[in-house]
């Protein structure tokens, strides 16, 4: 069946670091792929997405290009900062419904 | 800000014991959906709504009925409370394919069933 998976964590970054966090995913067709963001007592937050292969979705210096050949859509930020502690999760949607990775906590310290 | 309110925000329950968690939405959205998120499970689907009165199960949806009488409300009921069922849950709302599939999520209700 259809699945999504990414890189456990917690990843652990000082500030300015370069972030990569992977994801790849299983599915039919050509599913839409999402990351979204989770800061600590909210809800999730649609950081970017993709809706066709080689397309790059960006957002507040975050990137990720979805990657057909691969099923990748790594998520991917040059300078983090510690506002970007969170979990992130990847996601992929096909016919109404979001198949979920199961999240990657990121810590950057000062 | 994606138009979607939860209540209540948090709610303590006794086993045994009905609750009803209400999603509202000013998005006029046609699907909507209830999700928990639990440690080492990631969010996962417990039912989802394609319109009034259609309604669908997802993954965990075992334990939780649901209601949609008007566009704008989701209704996620557990019948009998157990504590499994401490979690929090989502509301999630998309337009469909139009938008690529995106759904926007409300703040969450933390359950505790005790």
């Known amino acids: 069946g259809d699945s999504v998976t990414q890189m456990e964590g917690p990843v652990t970054l000082s500030e300015e670091a370069f972030l990569t966090i992977n994801c790849t995913y299983t599915a039919t067709g050509y599913p839409s792929l999402f990351w979204y963001v989770q800061y600590p007592g909210e809800g999730l937050q649609l950081l970017l997405k993709?809706?066709?292969a080689d397309d790059k979705g960006s957002n507040k210096g975050f990137e990720a290009t979805y990657r057909k050949e691969t099923t990748s859509f790594h998520l991917e930020k040059g300078s983090v900062q510690v506002s970007d502690s969170a979990v992130y999760f990847c996601a992929a949607g096909n016919n109404r419904k979001l198949i979920w990775g199961l999240g990657t906590s990121l810590a950057v310290n000062p | 800000d994606a138009g979607i309110t939860q209540s209540p925000r948090h709610k303590v329950t006794e086993t045994g014991t009905p609750v009803t968690l209400r999603c509202h939405q000013t998005e006029n959205h046609r699907y909507m959906y209830w999700y928990r998120q639990d440690p080492g499970h990631g969010l996962r689907l417990i039912h989802y709504?394609?319109?009034?009165?259609?309604?669908d199960k997802g993954e965990v949806s075992d334990g939780y009925s649901v209601s949609r009488s008007k566009t704008e409300d989701f209704l996620l009921t557990l019948e009998s409370a157990t504590s499994s069922q401490t979690s929090v849950y989502f509301c999630a709302i998309s337009p469909g394919q139009n938008s690529g599939n995106t759904i926007y999520f409300g703040e969450g209700s933390w359950l505790t069933v005790v």
């Open positions: 709504s394609y319109g009034v009165k259609d309604t």
């Open positions: 993709a809706t066709k």
